[in-house]
Nanobody, 135 residues
Framework: QVQLMESGGGSVQAGGSLRLSCAAS?????????LGWFRQAPGKEREGVAGIDRDGNINYADSVKGRFTVSQDNGDNTLYLQMNNLKLDDTAMYYCAADKRGLDSLGSWYCRGGRMSPKYDNNYWGQGTQVTVSS
């Protein structure tokens, strides 16, 4: 059974930093594909923030490039998201996700390159952690 538990959210002023953590159990990036972060603001669709594949390739949303850094600690199967220079538009519920699609018909990982799908059925999801950025 896959379980993802996020922590580290909170309230911060614009320009500040937060570090999110996701403790993953029952899932191995090396046998299953990708881990990543998504976010959803009120009234908006869920969007990808950053994803990392089993080879360490990372994909970032354009809106966070240069400000956010995703990393993983293989020793304790934890995924991190370091968020710097936070902006008002970063306010959202942040979700940790683990890709469940596996390999395509050609034997390639669907999420190769860290490109994860925001579709609910394509991932396992954590409960989310709120990030609120104020002026």
């Amino acid at each position: 059974q896959v379980q993802l538990m996020e922590s580290g959210g909170g309230s911060v002023q614009a320009g500040g930093s937060l570090r999110l953590s996701c403790a993953a159990s029952g899932y191995s990036i090396y046998t299953s594909g990708c881990l990543g972060w998504f976010r959803q603001a009120p009234g908006k669709e869920r969007e990808g923030v950053a994803g990392i594949d089993r080879d360490g390739n990372i994909n970032y949303a354009d809106s966070v490039k240069g400000r956010f850094t995703v990393s993983q600690d293989n020793g304790d199967n934890t995924l991190y998201l370091q968020m710097n220079n936070l902006k008002l538009d970063d306010t959202a519920m942040y979700y940790c996700a683990a890709d469940k699609r596996g390999l395509d018909s050609l034997g390639s990982w669907y999420c190769r390159g860290g490109r994860m799908s925001p579709k609910y059925d394509n991932n396992y999801w954590g409960q989310g952690t709120q990030v609120t950025v104020s002026s």
